[in-house]
């Protein structure tokens, strides 16, 4: 009787139509119109969080998005890899970055761990994979049909308007269809996820796989160099990925 009871209450007259999902950017945006009861609830875990999130790393020259088919951030990314490149003795021809997986946005101004940790909240760790030419051109294509990906400053790719890949150069030389590319991104992206599945052609894989591999504290110690040489972080936009109308 009881189990004939369970079944009945379980029982429901609606039915899944469709399912639907968006990304939010998180940024200070969020904070002009704080909410006490929050901020109530908040207070006893607040210090603790803070003292680890609060460090500041370095100094942006001002407010760092993600942007398609370019954007401030979504240059930054991918260049930060190509600098810290040589930290595992790589020498890579460009870096690649997920726009999805760019969470938030840094702000202008001093830059904290936090931020940095909100940029990229995941345990993708940096890694290293080589292509051949025809499957480069390949991966543009794809970005382009996601309305573009993040590409780091030594790439340029023109498209129509119907964002087919038109032109493709790399270190101002066009792609070399038979030539084979050394390549950094995340893992997450070389397994081929977001759509980027010419990735799952690579060959000479150098997945590091340690903790501190792990993006956001690649960006940190890139954060803590640039300083260190007294420098401001900024991003240009270069028309890495132009549409042409």
Known sequence: MLAALLLTACRTHYKLSSVERTRVLIDSRY???PDNRAETFIAPYKKAVDSIMSPVLGTTARYLERGRPEGLLSNLLPDILMEMAEEYGEKPDFACYNYGGIRAAL???KVTKG???DVAPFENKVVFVTLKGDKVLELFQQMLKRGGECLSHEVHIEADKDYKLLT????GQPVNPEREYRITTIDYVQQ???GMTA???GTNLNAPGKDEDNSRY???RYF???????????SELEGRITIKQ
Do not use: R
């Open 31 to 33: 904070d002009a119109n």
């Open 107 to 109: 702000p202008a101004g």
């Open 115 to 117: 931020d940095v940790n």
């Open 168 to 171: 493709a150069t790399i270190g």
């Open 192 to 194: 081929g996820n977001d």
């Open 199 to 201: 990735f799952k052609s």
């Open 218 to 220: 690649v960006m940190e």
């Open 224 to 234: 803590k160099k640039m300083t260190a040489k007294g420098k401001i972080i900024d």
